[in-house]
């Protein structure tokens, strides 16, 4: 299947550390995007690359995609307790109307 | 101003009941989508519409039958409930051939069956 691999699956880190995470998947696509899930809400849309970019920034995000290897990582710099939120990976094959989500990062960050 | 909206927001219900959850955007969108997402947090797509059309329908049972009276709106209803139907559902709009492809998630629908 198209599904996405997160990688870690959890991870905890201090306040102000960075977080990465990393994406992989199968199949061509035509673009990737990153969500966030708070706990008990829907998920919201972070960041979209295209298959013809490397690299895209957004404020403390930073997103790279390596078709060549069917990857992607998201970057979040200086974190806060406010980034404690599950991240999940999309990939669009096509045309946009079908994501496949990846099987999502469960970040904490402490205090 | 809610853009995605659902309700219920909770619903437990037993098993071999039929129930319904409903779904409004306010973006003007034309595309809506349901999605499962299992207690392992594994979302999953299950349908879209376009202009209330039908365009995409993944593997699911019959049993779940979505219906878009308009194209603001998008409903699911369930037959004949199932323990193993126990799941958080998320309704999301977009609007498809723009310049983004970002979907708009409602807060979800956790149905628990007993």
């Known amino acids: 299947s198209q599904q996405g691999e997160e990688d870690p699956q959890a991870l905890s880190i201090q306040e102000g550390e960075n977080a990465t995470m990393n994406c992989s998947y199968k199949?061509?696509?035509?673009?990737l995007q990153w969500y966030r899930q708070n706990s008990g809400r829907g998920l919201v849309h972070l960041i979209l690359i295209r298959s013809n970019e490397r690299e895209k920034h957004s404020g403390r995000l930073r997103v790279t995609l390596d078709t060549s290897k069917k990857s992607s990582s998201l970057l979040i710099t200086a974190s806060r307790a406010a980034d404690t939120a599950s991240y999940f990976c999309a990939t669009d094959t096509g045309g946009g109307n079908k994501l496949t989500f990846g099987t999502g990062t469960q970040l904490k960050v402490e205090l | 101003d809610t853009a995605v909206s659902q309700t219920p927001k909770y619903l437990v219900t037993q098993m071999g009941n039929d129930k319904s959850i409903k779904c409004e955007q306010n973006l003007g969108h034309d595309t809506m989508y349901w999605y499962k997402q299992d207690s392992k947090k594994f979302l999953k797509i299950m349908f879209s519409y376009n202009n209330k059309e039908l365009i995409i329908n993944e593997t699911v049972p019959n049993r779940f039958s979505p219906k878009s009276p308009d194209k603001a709106h998008l409903n699911l209803h369930i037959n004949s409930l199932e323990l193993g139907d126990s799941a958080v559902y998320f309704c999301?709009?977009?609007?498809?051939?723009?310049?983004?492809?970002?979907?708009?998630f409602g807060p979800g629908t956790r149905l628990t069956v007993t």
């Open positions: 199949t061509s696509i035509n673009n």
């Open positions: 999301a709009s977009s609007q498809v051939g723009g310049s983004s492809y970002e979907q708009y």
